[in-house]
């Protein structure tokens, strides 16, 4: 959420900030509104007052002999008219914060603007691959090494839906070792959050109200039941852990990451590109998180961005980062790095880790603040990074270390987890 002071009183700089994703943010609105609730607010309090002071001659009068009849009838008169602002102020103050809740995020200064089109590489390790034969696409390789079932993963759960079978298994269970292995080496601490959230979850994310219908939902018959979602992401869970809280600065950072499940609606359209792994309802992912003070959020960044890539590095694959522009960050991140596998059969790079800093916007959500060591009280930082998808990793590593014969070489840091170097 967007600070209203800053709103206030930056009011063309935070439009231009938010042009800059291609957002044309009705700021007058908002700002007629925040008017408005002050306003009541201060004839509220000029009526609570005035009702204190009525308050104050009923004594000197009973002691004199007079009437006061008339001082409670003014009384009422002013409760009627403070319960009345009452109401109106809460309204406002919806209106308000719903306004405020589905603004996206300001973008870091040094972010470009415009969409995908202006997402610059800072970082390419290694080279693609070149191979003497006629190379096979991951769903190939997948279908003959029996690795995965896609037949039957279609026929359980519909499209977008998979089935590892086998070594299949194993390799995917190998890529979550490896990566829970190295980040709690690296001393964060490992978290398995309930896949079924409530909606302040989603709330303190930055993902509703905006984007209630990309998750899903789930029913339930019980009366009066809170809503409840299925985790998109691992994030939605860790960055509402400290939710409500105030956090001393010497507890920080909290560094955390989560193996969880991941469940979209956004499955794609099944074109060529978005076949086999690459797009599905629900895939695999180990995210890591991280809540700071706002002095040491740009070292936590460069930090998460290092792990990612190493991980990918690890695996011996290339690929290539990207700093995105304003309109290809999502709407709760002020600044995002993705990390983009090379798939050789599709002759394209597929991100596989997204690490982004959301500033200060998802602590005002969810109202995570810090006391400092000199007793004052601010929002927390949030980052988060994928470290990292599998869904992605996968076929990347079948297609860049396939082999002529129809085999797939392990990647040498998988092979204490699978058990053996080749799969034929």
């Not at 994703?21 to 609105?29: F, P, S, T, Y």
């Not at 991140?333 to 993705?338: C, G, N, Q, W």
């Not at 470290?387 to 014969?405: F, K, M």
Request: proline share 4%; aromatic share 8%.
């Amino acid at each position: 959420m967007i600070d209203i002071n800053l709103i206030r009183t930056q009011t063309a700089a935070v439009a231009a900030a938010l042009e800059k994703r291609g957002v044309k943010a009705d700021l007058d609105e908002i700002l007629a509104l925040d008017a408005e609730r002050r306003e009541i607010i201060g004839k509220t309090e000029t009526l609570k007052a005035e009702k204190n002071k009525v308050s104050a001659d009923i004594p000197r009068l009973k002691k004199s002999g007079r009437p006061v009849e008339p001082i409670f009838a003014k009384m009422r008169e002013l409760g009627d008219e403070i319960t009345k602002n009452d109401d109106t102020l809460k309204a406002v103050e919806e209106k308000l914060r719903v306004a405020l809740l589905c603004l996206p995020n300001i973008p870091d200064d040094d972010v470009a603007a415009g969409g995908k089109e202006n997402n610059a590489v800072v970082k390419v390790f290694g080279k693609k691959p070149e191979f003497g034969f006629a190379i096979k696409n991951h769903v190939e390789l997948c279908e003959s090494l029996k690795l995965i079932d896609y037949e039957r993963g279609v026929k359980l759960a519909g499209n977008g839906s998979w089935l590892y079978t086998g070594r299949g298994a194993v390799m995917e269970w190998a890529l979550l070792n490896y990566f829970i292995k190295t980040h709690i080496k690296d001393g964060y601490t490992f978290i398995l959050p309930p896949h079924m959230l409530n909606y302040e979850c989603g709330l303190g994310a930055g993902q509703f109200p905006k984007f209630e219908d990309d998750v899903y939902r789930v029913d339930t018959a019980e009366s009066g039941a809170a809503r409840r979602f299925m985790l998109p992401t691992a994030e939605t869970a860790l960055v509402n852990i400290y939710r409500g809280e105030i956090l001393q600065e010497n507890e920080l950072p909290k560094k955390l990451f989560a193996y969880t499940p991941c469940y979209r609606k956004e499955a794609g359209s099944y074109r060529a590109e978005e076949r086999g792994m690459i797009r599905g309802h629900q895939f695999d992912k180990v995210e890591m998180v991280q809540v700071t003070t706002p002095e040491n959020s740009k070292a936590a960044f460069e930090e998460l961005v290092g792990k990612a890539c190493a991980l990918v590095e690890g695996l011996g694959l290339h690929y290539r980062l990207s700093k995105l522009a304003a309109g290809d960050c999502s709407a709760s991140m002020a600044r995002t790095y993705d990390i983009e596998v090379w798939i050789p059969s599709m002759g394209i790079y597929k991100e596989v880790s997204s690490v982004s800093n959301a500033n200060d916007y998802q602590a005002r959500r969810n109202m995570t603040r810090y006391r400092a060591a000199d007793g004052k009280i601010g929002y927390v930082h949030t980052l988060n990074g994928s470290g990292l998808a599998t869904s992605r990793i996968l076929p990347a590593i079948v297609e860049q270390y396939q082999n002529e014969d129809g085999s797939v070489t392990v990647p040498e840091i998988l092979r204490e987890f699978v058990g053996t170097d080749v799969l034929r």
